[in-house]
C-alpha cells in the first residue's frame, strides 16, 4: 500500500486526510482488501461495489454509493489519491466553484499541462451513468467516462511544487521526503 509508505514521520495518507477533511462534510477511504490496515485513521473503509478491480471509476462509484447513504443531502462526491501529500488545500472549493459557474456536471483538476482525473468533484446524478458504464460498458478511464458530461476543468499552479505531485517510485518517496523536511506547501 503505496499511501501508508511515510514521509515526513508520517503516511502519506495521514498526509491527504489533514488536507481533506477541512474540505468536505465526510470523508470515507476507498480500499479493497484488509480494512484492518487502516484503523489508525478512524475513517469509513468502503471497498469497490463492482467486483474484479475495476480501476478508479469503480472506486469513484463506490464513493458515489457511500456518499448517498452517510450524507443523505450531499449533491457532490470528491475524489482524491492517497499518495499525494501535497495536493491543494482548497481543492473542493475551486472545482465546486468552477462547476458551479459553468453549470458542470463535474469538475476536474489540471496542472502544469495535464489533466488529473482522479482529482474531481462528481454530481451525484451521474451515479447511475457511471454504473452502467462501469458494469454494462466496461469503461475504466475515469476521462473516457467524464467527457462524456459538461465538465469544468480547474488549472492549479506548478509553483513551487505541483500539489499533484503523487509516489510511483522509491525516488518519488526521496523527493517527498526532501519537501517535507521543509515547510510543506500552502
Known sequence: ???????????LLAHVVERMQPQ??????NANGDPVRFAPFNLPVIADVVPGFAGPLAGILTGMVWAKKAVPDAKWLLSVAGDTPFLPRNLAGRLGEAAGKTNAAAAMAESGGRRHP???LWSLDLMEDLER???????????AWADRY?????????RPLDPFFNINRPEDLKIANTLSTGQMPP
Open 1 to 11: 500500500d503505496k499511501c501508508l509508505l511515510e514521509i515526513g514521520g508520517k503516511p
Open 24 to 29: 468536505v462534510r465526510a470523508l470515507a477511504i
Open 133 to 143: 458504464a462501469v458494469v454494462v460498458e466496461g469503461v475504466r478511464k475515469i476521462v
Open 150 to 158: 459538461p465538465l469544468a476543468r480547474v488549472d492549479f499552479s506548478t
Open 118 to 120: 482522479v482529482f474531481g
